[in-house]
């Protein structure tokens, strides 16, 4: 073979061979990180030491007569690893005359006082609604969110998430509540005298923590009822109601409104009330409808330009929540947001207050 072609060959061997090894001859450096671990943190509440919470708070409210006021008091303690928003909810799960012993034999009331003034055309009738003839307040770590002057009653509250404040980890909230048993609202109104005798009320307390970026728990849905005038009992059942569906912030409030049980061809508003009366502080107009022939307004969407918060905090019910109630136009003066006369027979009530944070 020729000394140049084997020369060749030679050089291009070897060169081949370097162009190998240069693929593993560079500089290099590898680093690893390993055991990484994604762990999400815990929201996580104990009540005067109880997770789950399994207190009840029954002997704390025995033997209440008009006037007396009681108390149920506790302590949360935030145990998980982030700060939370602490939301506080009541719900009344049902009214009853308690034991009945009078008349013997014939249990009808839990004493003769209570069945004389339950008498009505000689046959006794039992009034045990107590919700609207309690007085609520709330404090926590003694500042007050609800005040006893604030005059709101256990029906306004009821079913209303309430926000307590913020709760960083390992820390404690002391929530303080009473519960007064009126003597009288005014002079419309009767007072708590012997129809309550023995009377019971069931109901449940339900705190929720959640991580500060999460929504309120309110639901966005209201219910609105006729009440009795006399006993502030909603009356259930008779066809006559109305439900709101409402977006919990922004810059307009949105919501959804349908009705039934009204008089037929009328316009109806409806409204924030806000007290004292005649709910114009400030108050504000939601929207107005009309009823067809058969007394009821349609599911209808829109939005109000409130341009606020509800509630204001020149409202009596701050920062507790906001009342809405359907009233006929006839008897609300849109202009400033005022009732005109008391015709609460014609109403339609929210059974909670609500709220609405406005985004400008």
Same mark, same amino acid.
């Given at each position: ?9 030679? +050089?291009?061997? !070897? !060169?081949?061979? *370097? ?5 593993? %001859?560079?500089? %290099? ?28 708070? =029954? ?9 007396? $006021? ?12 982030? #700060? ?5 909810? @009541?719900?009344? $799960? ?6 009945? !012993? /009078?008349?013997? &034999? ?22 045990? /609604?107590?919700?609207?003839?309690? +007085?609520?307040? @709330? ?5 007050? +969110? ?34 007064? @048993? ?61 439900? *709101?569906?409402?977006? @919990? ?15 037929? &061809? ?29 007394? =009821? ?7 109000? &330009? +409130?341009?606020?918060?509800? #509630? ?14 359907? !009233? ?23 059974? &909670?207050?609500?709220? /609405?944070?406005?985004?400008?």
């Amino acid at each position: 073979m020729d000394k140049k072609i084997l020369a060749s060959m030679l +050089i291009i061997a !070897v !060169v081949a061979g *370097l162009v190998g090894a240069g693929v593993v %001859s560079y500089f %290099s450096d590898t680093e690893t990180s390993k055991g990484n671990v994604f762990t999400a943190g815990t929201i996580d509440i104990a009540v005067d030491g109880d997770n789950p919470w399994t207190k009840t708070y =029954s002997g704390c409210l025995a033997d209440v007569k008009p006037c007396e $006021t009681r108390w149920i008091n506790f302590t949360i303690k935030n145990v998980g690893t982030n #700060p939370a928003n602490i939301w506080k909810h @009541l719900t009344v $799960t049902k009214c009853d005359g308690g034991a009945n !012993v /009078y008349p013997a &034999n014939a249990p009808v009331a839990s004493s003769e006082p209570e069945y004389e003034e339950g008498l009505v055309s000689n046959v006794y009738v039992e009034r045990c /609604y107590l919700p609207p003839w309690i +007085i609520y307040d @709330l404090y926590v770590n003694d500042e007050p +969110i609800i005040k006893e002057a604030n005059e709101l009653r256990l029906d306004d509250i009821e079913c209303t998430w309430i926000f307590l404040g913020v709760l960083q980890p390992n820390t404690e909230m002391k929530v303080c509540q009473s519960y007064h @048993l009126m003597t009288w609202k005014d002079s419309n109104v009767p007072m708590v005298t012997n129809w309550a005798q023995g009377d019971e009320m069931y109901f449940d307390i339900d705190l929720v923590a959640r991580q500060l970026t999460a929504p309120s728990p309110e639901p966005g849905v209201l219910i609105l009822e006729n009440k009795d005038p006399t006993w502030w009992e909603p009356i259930t059942g008779d066809g006559v109601e109305g439900k *709101l569906k409402y977006n @919990l912030a922004g810059h307009t409030f949105d919501y959804t409104f349908e009705a039934s049980g009204l008089v037929a &061809n009328t316009e109806y508003s409806l409204i924030y009330y806000a007290d004292p009366w005649p709910g114009n502080h400030p108050g504000a107009l939601i929207s107005t409808f009309t009823t067809d022939v058969s007394g =009821s307004i349609a599911s209808t969407s829109g939005n109000a &330009n +409130i341009g606020f918060d509800l #509630p204001q905090s020149t409202d009596k019910n701050y920062p507790a929540g906001a009342k809405i109630w359907l !009233v006929p136009s006839s008897g609300y003066d849109a202009t400033n947001h005022a009732l005109i006369g008391w015709d609460p027979t014609a109403y339609l009530f929210g059974l &909670n207050l609500i709220h /609405y944070d406005y985004i400008p």
